[in-house]
């Protein structure tokens, strides 16, 4: 599979503000990670390995949540992972790049990559149908 996706690099391009500087360092840093890849999926860019890793959401005012797909049973020491009344998926909200912690934030993709790892991958799903 295709690391480069020109959809999703057209996405990111299309947005504006805070909102594009962010979701452009957050592919950035994603990208770094061996093995994982994006596609467009539900008209925004998700990330996968195995299978779905996270998501970029974007919110209002500007702000934008990477959600982590298994962010139910992550590590959250620091507690800045918020489900806003979802049941599986739970995320990281920034509303401008300053407000990153980038330490805590490799420590969140590490743990997702984790899971990931952990998941039967998503061809084996399938077949169970």
Known sequence: MQ???PQVDEYLQARSGNQREIMLLLDQMLMTYPGVVRKM??????????????????????AVELAFIRGNIMNDEAGLLVANGRKLVKGLQFSGVDDIPFELLNLYIEEALRLDDLSKPMIALRKKK
């Open 3 to 5: 690391r480069i996706n």
């Open 41 to 62: 999926r539900f008209k925004v860019p998700f990330y996968d390995r195995k299978s779905w890793i996270c998501y970029l959401n974007p919110l209002k005012k500007d």
